[in-house]
């Protein structure tokens, strides 16, 4: 009995902890389900106590999103949407990061272009679409650039921050080992330049997908913010709110399945202390 | 002209070096200061504090080019340099050992580095990074990736300056014998006499600000003969020399 018992005993806690661990780990994603769960609950019943056209339920706006899916509509106009996202996301950041970084490693230039830098950050994003429209015609290029030079300012900032806090040590290491020009990029500024990167991305996907449905909406003719347009001049708010939620998961879960894991590896050096 | 295939020593002729601050304030660091290293010699540039030593490795590192004056490095064999500096400066974000790579031309990018890590006892530390080692290994890394490349000349701009007095010497050890293996024309800069008389062929005084070479003190004994004896002589005629010189 004696030695039964103590078996348990020393049995007992690796399982008591494994199993503390796992609800622990999925505590967070608990939480956040309930959340959810509980913000369909509440509109659900605002639904039923409103009944209304312009204000459908979760059932219907799922209905909606099952039909779209099933079309394949859905897909195609997610994907058109996301590709316009990626490509103005690429051409801003690298724009943005190669103008950012000029400025913030020579301080005449950055004087001299500093005023461009807030005049260009002030231009509301619908007037450099239309004017992108107008000048360009109504065509991907000028859509993509619109959204691009709305965005490339606030990469110019941010990047010319992270110029501004380069090491000099490090590049002088660079120049007496005589590194070759992308060795430098690759291995002395890049991973300098990682947290302004990181913010700049953060904060760019953010912005980038919410100004391409309005370039959507102005001069494109498929893409999500094309279809909310449609579904609002037909006043069929369940489309277009199964449009919207549709593209926030998608973002969200390139958020947690790209962003974060391509950031965890570019600071894996950070988080093992001394 | 140089015959074909001589070895050139390390000539200094630096005529002056000014620094000019934001405010219009000039200070001069360097004047009319010439010196040479021999071939495969290890030098030591000796001064106080703030007299410009970094400043002069900085000129001959090519780091800064602000200033009147000439300088030669020994050519033949590999023209490359290597350089410890003052800080380890270690890229925090690549491992120890990619760390040294990194610093090698690429003909010696995938050389044996077994026995370099081996004898600067960090065998056991290749892949960890920067940030996991403490300032002794950090430096030992610096040792381990200027020794690498082979350089035709090797600077050294204080390497143990900040470490406790044990893990300093045990470090000086090292140094001497990963030089040993391979006997480098070599330039240290310190303001410590004894870590100088211990490691040095000739040590370069250097007068205070504005700096110029005092003199020149000649160590002629092998290094393995420098016992404490020996060492307590060697300070008493260099203070005999340089009676103002601490
Ligand atoms: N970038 C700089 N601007 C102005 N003065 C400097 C600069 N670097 C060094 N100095 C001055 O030059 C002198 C020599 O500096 P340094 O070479 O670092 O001395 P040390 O012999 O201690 O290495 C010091 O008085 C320092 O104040
Ligand atoms: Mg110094």
Same mark, same amino acid.
């Given at each position: 009995m004696t030695a039964l018992g103590t078996d348990g005993a020393r049995d007992a806690p690796p399982t008591m902890s494994g199993r503390r661990n796992l609800a622990t780990a999925l505590m967070p994603a608990l939480t956040v389900a309930v959340s959810l769960l509980g913000l369909c609950l509440l509109w659900n019943l605002a639904a039923s106590v409103w009944p209304s056209r312009a204000f459908p339920g979760p059932g219907q706006v799922w209905q909606v999103l099952l039909r779209e899916a099933a079309s394949g509509d859905l897909f195609y106009h997610l994907g058109v949407t996301l590709g316009r996202v990626a490509a103005a996301y690429i051409v801003a950041m690298i724009i943005g990061s190669v103008i950012g970084v000029l400025l913030g490693s020579h301080r005449r230039v950055d004087r001299f272009f500093n005023p461009w830098v807030i005049l260009f950050l002030n231009i509301p994003a619908l007037v450099v679409i239309v004017l992108g429209y107008i000048w360009f015609g109504l065509n991907e290029v000028a859509a993509i650039g619109a959204v691009a030079v709305n965005k490339i300012p606030n990469v110019v900032v941010t990047m010319r921050e992270g110029a501004r806090a380069l090491d000099p040590s490090y590049a002088e290491m660079a120049t007496v080992y005589r590194f070759g020009r992308l060795e430098r990029i690759r291995h002395i500024l890049l991973p300098q330049l990682q947290p302004y990167l990181a913010a700049a991305s953060r904060s760019g996907i953010a912005l980038i997908w919410k100004i391409v449905l309005v370039v959507e909406l102005l001069?494109?003719?498929?893409?999500v913010g094309f279809q909310i347009h449609l579904y609002f001049q037909l006043f069929d708010v369940a489309a277009i709110l199964a449009y919207t939620l549709a593209f926030v998961a998608v973002m969200l879960v390139i958020e947690l399945l790209l962003v974060q894991p391509v950031e965890r590896h570019a600071t894996r050096w950070r988080r093992r202390p001394a | 002209m140089q015959p074909v295939g001589a070895v050139v020593p390390l000539k200094v002729d630096i005529a002056e070096k000014t620094f000019r601050s934001a405010r219009g304030v000039s200070i @001069?660091?360097?004047?009319?200061l010439s010196f040479e290293v021999r071939q495969g010699e290890f030098a030591c540039l000796l001064g %106080?504090?703030?007299?410009?030593k970094t400043t002069t490795l900085r000129i001959l590192l090519g780091l800064?080019?602000?200033?009147s004056g000439s300088f030669q490095l020994p050519q033949g064999g590999s023209n490359r340099i290597a350089a410890v500096f003052q800080e380890p400066t270690l890229l925090p974000w690549r491992t120890v050992e990619q760390n040294v790579r990194l610093a090698l031309p690429k003909s010696l990018r995938?050389?044996?580095?077994d026995r370099l890590f081996d004898t600067l006892g960090l065998a056991g530390m290749r892949s960890l990074y920067p940030a996991e080692l403490s300032l002794g290994l950090a430096r030992r890394a610096a040792l381990a990736r200027a020794f690498a490349t082979e350089p035709a000349v090797l600077f050294l701009d204080e390497p143990f300056v900040s470490l406790d007095e044990q893990t300093a010497e045990r470090l000086r050890h090292l140094l001497l014998t990963v030089w040993s293996a391979r006997p480098t024309t070599a330039l240290m800069v310190t303001h410590n006499l004894r870590e100088a008389l211990m490691l040095s062929d000739r040590i370069i005084v250097l007068a205070p600000r %504005? @700096?110029?070479?005092l003199g020149v003190f000649d160590v002629r004994l092998p290094r393995q003969h420098r016992n404490s004896q020996v060492m307590s002589d060697l300070l008493r005629s260099f203070h005999h020399r340089f009676p103002d010189v601490t």
């Open positions: 001069g494109r003719s498929n893409g | @001069t660091a360097l004047q009319d %106080p504090s703030g007299c410009g800064d080019k602000d200033f995938a050389k044996n580095l %504005p @700096t110029h070479v």
